[in-house]
Structure formats: structure tokens, C-alpha cells
């Protein structure tokens, strides 16, 4: 059980993203435990969920129900453990800019694009706007429970893989501007889940065995064309599926339906494995291939972000091009508009136009930006 200590410290104090779940609420247990002064903030973006997800009070320990990271039951178990840890909490309404990220969700996928709200989330919400909120509560520091690490030697601050590499987030904050980073607290990135675990049972935790989310928050029925449908109807249209030859294979009820690489649910009978190549919006068609015909060696992505200085040169890295690909060897030449121009040893599965490309050396994070076009 966690001891509330003197609240009388010189040390600085810390926002700590809590989401009911049990990484965000051993963040906070460790760092009260190390003397910081915690506040708990919970982040309310006004998703429905359902009705049946369980709430609790401050008196009542939580029920196990989970029904996603932003949920009423969610926000109770914040609040729960903050009670524990006798720190401030506030929930603060996030809706409005929410909204911002659903909307660029759908009209990713309207695009012919496949997103990743994850990224955009960590990078407009968390690091974002949680910093705003930081400075208006005198907090230096803000922490999240993020499976990622932070090293500041020299004056310099490095993003690094976390330490278990199963659960590793660094890829989705490659985003997160420096300035903002150089404030950042991961107090659990050196650390495997199950010590993780662990530590919330050590704490008398009742979030202990919680699940953990692994879908969408805003789409926790992994429906992602229902969301897209409800924003923009007219990306559903009646078109062709046809081959690399321009062959009618059948058709389709909307391009947004669709992903690079997609091979279940294509609504033809090709005799063989055919994957999904291409997303031509222009011309509403969705084209199929073999798997050979989704390998490329170049791709163009933009909007770079480097957590440290950009190169000039030609940069040898490792290049991650969607959140389970192993990151693989590559050459990267940046431009002075944000455009990033990779060359790799081996041509790569599946590159798709709008998810994130972020690139490491061995385990540190060198920044990133958004897949355009593979080549």
C-alpha cells in the first residue's frame, strides 16, 4: 500500500497523464515514492463508450471492467489510485481537440491513407496540450507511463527504446518536439511489464491485473469504416478492384475500406493470394497484386521532426515503417521543407502512405515523419 510522504519538497513538480490503467498509475505510485510532488490529470475527449462500463467513487474500489483509455471507468480508476496517492487530480475536457484528431482520422482514410491517430494523440494531446496545462499548474515535469526512456547527459536529452521491446512505445512519439521531450518523465520505460505488474501489486494497487487497451480508444469495435463513414460519406462510392493491368477483378463500395497490404475481406475470388497494392482516389479504384509487387526499396515521406539536430549529409539509421515492422537498415537524406528521402538495403513489405516512418540508431530515436509515397 502506498504511504502518502510529506508534501513539503524542493524537488520539482510533475503532471502525470493518468489514464485508470496500470502503466500511467505505477508512473505516478514511483515517482510519489521517490519524493516528487505528483499531480494526476486525466484527459476526458468525450468518446462514447458503453453503458455498461463500470464507475466507481472514491470509496468503492474500481471493477475490473475495461472498455478502453478514456472511458468513465477509466476515469474513475484515475481518480481511485490518485485518492491512494493522496495527490491532486483534475479531469480536464479534451473534446474539441479530439474532434480535431477523429476528423483527421477519417479524412486519412478518405485520402487513400492509412493513419495513425496514436502518433497524432501523443503529439497534439499528450505532449501538447498536457504541457499547456503543466505550465498553468507549475509543474516542470510531465510523466505518462509510456514503454519508452528518456537520457539527459551533457545537456542533451535522447529518446531510447524501452526496455521491453514487446511493449516498446518510441515509435509512437517521434512527433514530440525536443523542447517538449527535455521535459518528459517515463518512469517506467526500464522496465518489463510484468515487473510492471508487479510493482502496482507491491503498491496495493487494484488496477494491478487490469487489461491492458489495444484497440482505438474512439473505435473500441476496431470498426474503423464506420467511423470514417460517419465523418465522410462521400469517400464510400461504388468502384472497380482490378489488377496492376487494369483488369476488372469486381468491385468495392468505398476506397476507404481499404489498406496497403490488406489480404482478408477483398470481396474477390482471385485463385491465388492477391494483397492490396494500390488506393488510387483519383480514379476510385482499389488495385491488387501479388505479394512481390509490394515490396519497394525507396519511399518519400514529410512533416520530419528530429529530436536532435537534423542532418545535412546523408544519414545511415534504421528505418521503422509501421509500429510492428522490425526496423531495418537505410540510408536518409533530409530536405530544408521537412521531406525525407529514404533508400533501404532491402526492399521493404507493405510501405503505406500515411502511417509514420521514424528512425533509429540501435535503440535511440532519431525523429521521423509521414510515409507519402512508396517508390
Given at each position: ?313 546523408p544519414l545511415r539509421c534504421e528505418a521503422q515503417i ?54
Open positions: 500500500m502506498v504511504s502518502p510522504s510529506d508534501k513539503s519538497t524542493d524537488k520539482p513538480k510533475v503532471l502525470v497523464a493518468m489514464s485508470g490503467g496500470v502503466d500511467s498509475s505505477v508512473t505516478a505510485c514511483l515517482l510519489r515514492e521517490q519524493g516528487y510532488e505528483v499531480m494526476g490529470l486525466f484527459m476526458r475527449v468525450g468518446v462514447e463508450m458503453p453503458e455498461d462500463a463500470a464507475c466507481s467513487t472514491d470509496s468503492q474500489e474500481p471493477k475490473r471492467t475495461h472498455q478502453g483509455c478514456c472511458s468513465a471507468s477509466d476515469a474513475a480508476d484515475a481518480r481511485f489510485v490518485a485518492g491512494m496517492l493522496d495527490i491532486p487530480f483534475y479531469v480536464l475536457n479534451f473534446k474539441p481537440d479530439f474532434d480535431r484528431l477523429i476528423d483527421y482520422f477519417a479524412d486519412e482514410y478518405a485520402s487513400g491513407r492509412t493513419p495513425n491517430p496514436c502518433v497524432q494523440c501523443n503529439t497534439w494531446l499528450k505532449f501538447g496540450k498536457l504541457v499547456e496545462y503543466a505550465d498553468m499548474l507549475g509543474c516542470h515535469y510531465i510523466a505518462t507511463g509510456h514503454y519508452a526512456r528518456i537520457e539527459r547527459n551533457d545537456g542533451q536529452t535522447r529518446l531510447r527504446r524501452g526496455v521491453d521491446h514487446r511493449k516498446d512505445q518510441s515509435y509512437f512519439l517521434f512527433g514530440v518536439r525536443s523542447d517538449v521531450l527535455d521535459r518528459a518523465m517515463f518512469p517506467i520505460g526500464h522496465l518489463q511489464k510484468d515487473e510492471v505488474r508487479r510493482a502496482a501489486e507491491r503498491f496495493g494497487l487494484p488496477v494491478h491485473n487490469k487489461p491492458d487497451s489495444v484497440e482505438i480508444c474512439f473505435v473500441p469495435d476496431r470498426d474503423y469504416a464506420r467511423v470514417v463513414r460517419e465523418r465522410r460519406p462521400d469517400a464510400f462510392k461504388p468502384g472497380h478492384i482490378e489488377d496492376a493491368d487494369g483488369n476488372v477483378l469486381g468491385d468495392h463500395d468505398g476506397v476507404a475500406n481499404f489498406t496497403i497490404g490488406q489480404r482478408r475481406g477483398l470481396g474477390v475470388a482471385a485463385g491465388k493470394p492477391v494483397y492490396v497494392t494500390r488506393l488510387d482516389v483519383l480514379n476510385n479504384t482499389v488495385v491488387l497484386g501479388e505479394r512481390e509487387e509490394l515490396m519497394h526499396q525507396n519511399l518519400v515521406a514529410s512533416g520530419a521532426n528530429f529530436v536532435s539536430t537534423p542532418p545535412t549529409e509501421r509500429y510492428q515492422h522490425h526496423a531495418a537498415p537505410c540510408t536518409v537524406t533530409a530536405s530544408h521543407d521537412g521531406t525525407l528521402q529514404v533508400v533501404f538495403d532491402e526492399p521493404q513489405s507493405a510501405i503505406t502512405p500515411g502511417q509514420a516512418l521514424v528512425l533509429y540508431h540501435g535503440d535511440e530515436v532519431i525523429g521521423g515523419g509521414w510515409i507519402d509515397q512508396a517508390l
